[in-house]
Structure formats: C-alpha cells, structure tokens
C-alpha cells in the first residue's frame, strides 16, 4: 500500500489528537509534535474537520479535537478521507488475470488491517494481533 504523504501526516495529527488530554489542541502543538508543516496541517484538519472526523473551536484557547473517542477511528477512517474508496483490480487479462486475484487479496488485507486498529491502539501503543 502506498500512502501519500498527505495520509501519513493525517495519521500523525490524528494519533496526537487521540493521544492529548481532554479539549482543544492547538495545530501549532501539532505541528511542533509531528513535524508537520502548518500550512500542510491546515489544509489536512480542515479536511478532516469537514468530514465529521475531528472539530475545531477558534479563539485563544481554540484548537482541535477527535469528534469521537479514539477507540471509534479507525486508520481505515482516515485513510479513506485522505486517500477515498479503494480502487478494484481490474484490467488484468489472458494468463495476468490471476494477478488480479492477487491485489484484491493484497488490498482486502491491508484494509481488514486499517479496520482493525483504531486511533486508541496507536495512541496507547498497544496495537492488537496483526
């Protein structure tokens, strides 16, 4: 699987958001955390924000939150908001159509993983049997 960049850093925002004490989290602290340019972040947490992923307050103690508990997002959440649908294996013909058969079972096994962990698994460290 191939994650944009983009994916990668909504995945850092999110498990720092995950990780951080009860209200808002500031996308400078985010930023800071993750390395994450903020121009960058901006844009990806008003995605996610319009989304219904994660909700912003503004003002001087504004900033981001998880709109759900943490063991409610999963990886595969926000990789299909970053990234959309996942795309079919299609095209493959004559003698490469088994290929076919392979990246299906790829792609149903990445996502069946992507579901699997949540945000709280990242955040505590504790990841499940993979």
Known sequence: MRLSVRTQYALRAAAELAAAAPGP???ERIAAAQRIPRRFLDNILLQMRRAGLINSQRGPDGGYWLARPA????????V????????DSEGFHGVAEPLGYVWTALRDHEQAT???VTLAHIAT?????L
Not at 125 to 129: E, Q
């Open 114 to 116: 992507l579901t699997e």
């Open 80 to 87: 299909f908001i970053m990234e959309g649908a996942p795309q």
């Open 25 to 27: 989290v500031p996308a």
């Open 71 to 78: 063991e409610q997002i999963t990886l595969a959440d926000v």
């Open 125 to 129: 460290g504790a990841l499940p049997p």
